[in-house]
């Protein structure tokens, strides 16, 4: 079964998805994160300072690495997140900016200034979505999302904007929803989320839950987050 672990920015998909690997000995797709390509494709600078090219090469960057992962582990396999949030990600930068910390102050039905640039790469996000769209409808058998329920991390390296966070959310749902994709929606402690997981995918755990999150907990600080 190939299952798609989502969510928001802050939602606990990295670490539950180390700990659902372990519990239920199911392979887990590796794929560079945004900070990791940054410093081959806008060295020297932050996400809030990347021009819409270099984020485009990004998200390409990101979802060729998605897709090379997902090839070699074939048809068994938990995946941090999918090609999807990628282009959420940029497409969300069209309402509130390419740098979301300037549009802190904005309310629910406010967006930033569409100025040409903003234009047109929605219109490239437009197009990228079509591209990964059809490629999650082929890779993927369901989806576990994270609800929006844990603080946002203060790690510089994302949206400070909680807009910005709950509007990912809900395109990403959304999204789901217009492929006809199944999800279903898991959240609670670390243990409620992999009880949940093993019973929904009917697969028994292969170790403790307790020793499954030692060890994930131990792989995670080895990331680069």
């Not at 672990?5 to 372990?22: A, D």
């Not at 900016?97 to 234009?119: C, F, R, W, Y």
């Not at 996000?125 to 079509?130: A, D, H, V, W």
């Not at 609670?188 to 030692?214: F, H, M, N, T, Y």
Request: glycine share 4%.
């Amino acid at each position: 079964m190939r299952i798609g672990l989502t969510g928001t920015y802050s939602s606990g998909k990295t670490l539950t998805s180390l700990i659902i690997s372990e519990y239920l000995n199911l392979p887990r797709t590796e794929a560079r994160t945004m900070r990791e390509i940054l410093p081959f494709a806008a060295p020297g600078k932050t996400l809030e300072e990347v021009t819409s090219p270099q984020l485009i090469q990004m998200i390409i960057t990101r979802h060729m690495d998605r897709v090379i992962h997902e090839y070699k582990l074939k048809d068994r396999f938990i995946s941090d997140g999918c090609s999807l949030q990628e282009w959420i990600y940029g497409s969300v930068r069209v309402k509130y900016g390419m740098n979301p910390n300037q549009s802190i102050h904005l309310k629910d039905n406010e967006a930033v200034s569409k100025t040409t640039e903003l234009a047109y790469f929605e219109n490239i996000m437009s197009e990228l979505g079509k591209v990964f769209k059809r490629h999650v409808q082929d890779s993927f058998d369901l989806f576990i999302h994270l609800p929006n329920e844990l603080p946002l991390a203060k790690d510089g390296h994302r949206p400070v904007n909680e807009l910005f966070r709950s509007a990912s959310d809900e395109l990403l749902k959304d999204t789901f929803d217009e492929l006809d994709m199944k999800y279903h929606i898991i959240g609670g402690s670390l243990e409620e989320r992999a009880d949940a997981i093993a019973e929904l995918l009917k697969i028994k755990p292969v170790k403790s839950i307790q020793e499954s999150i030692k060890i994930a907990n131990q792989k995670y600080k080895t990331l680069i987050m």
